[in-house]
């Protein structure tokens, strides 16, 4: 979803901020060719925020929802997830998450829940479990932190895990999202282990990859993320995945306007 995409799906409100340097008073300014002064800039500058909707469903069932709030200006970003089985406003009446998403898509999704939290998503990025799955294998393998021994088995579900550290990927990530845990206990669950899936994937080498791995993800999704977008943020994520004190904090449950929990 990513996921990720973590990371990657920055929006426009999150700007380079960049500013000139100055010439230093013992060294002479940078020329061209023909003697003009060549300005140099400062890294982009940590600052700006915005409000991530991933989602992972197909037909008319959504699998689990996170809302990523990311802060540059405090290095945090903070990881809610929703609750799938919330009655929306959708086309003057009353609707379930799964009714909007199979009747209106990811953008009507989004847009129900923003209204539902009294807010707006910045950019949305929605998959089938399939492609979830093909995403994360490229991103690659993410630890989660298992709290208590996880034991799920249905015809074409097996999922097992002990509790302590795993390092999970494709598939296997998909299940625990999924299947971890019932009721609110799944919600927290889902928040640990996307935190733990941005801080995994939001590091030089996978930054590194650039517009080849952001042309693989994107067409895997539903979403309004553009090229233009990646190309703006490519440098702020580039300072992001080099940047140890930014935070990765599974926040629970998003919680409604005015602090209650939804």
């Known amino acids: ?38 300005q140099t800039t400062q890294p982009p500058v940590l600052s700006g925020s915005c409000d991530l909707l991933f989602g992972c ?18 290095k945090t970003v903070r990881v809610f997830a929703i609750p799938t ?22 953008s009507a999704l989004a847009s129900a829940l923003g209204g539902y939290y009294s807010d707006s998503f910045d950019r ?56 971890a845990d019932t009721g609110d206990a799944l919600l927290s669950a889902q928040s640990e282990a ?5 801080r995994a994937y939001c590091v030089p080498a996978t930054v590194g990859e650039g517009e080849t791995l952001f042309s693989r993800i994107i067409n895997k999704a539903q979403s309004n993320i553009t090229a233009f977008d990646f190309a703006e943020v490519q440098p702020l994520l580039e300072q992001m995945a080099q940047n140890t004190d930014m935070q990765y904090l599974s926040c629970g449950i998003a919680p409604l306007a005015g602090g209650e929990d939804a």
């Open 124 to 179: 949305y990025y929605f998959c089938s479990p399939n492609d979830f799955a093909d995403v994360t294998k490229l991103l690659g393998n993410a630890e989660i932190h298992v709290k208590k021994e996880v034991t799920y088995v249905r015809e074409d579900v097996s999922l097992h895990l002990q509790a302590g550290k795993h390092s999970l990927s494709g598939e296997e990530l998909y299940d625990y999202l999924v299947y």
């Open 194 to 198: 996307f935190a733990a899936m941005l």
């Open 85 to 106: 089985d919330l009655t929306l406003s959708y086309a003057g009446a009353q609707a379930s998450v799964h009714t909007v998403f199979a009747e209106g898509g990811a």
């Open 1 to 38: 979803v990513i996921v990720l995409t973590l990371a990657y799906f920055l929006i426009r409100r999150i700007g380079s901020e960049t500013a000139p340097s100055e010439p230093s008073q013992t060294e002479a300014p940078s020329t061209d060719a023909f003697g003009s002064v060549v």
């Open 57 to 74: 469903g197909e037909g008319d069932r959504v699998d689990f929802l996170i809302r990523t709030v990311v802060d540059l200006d405090e």
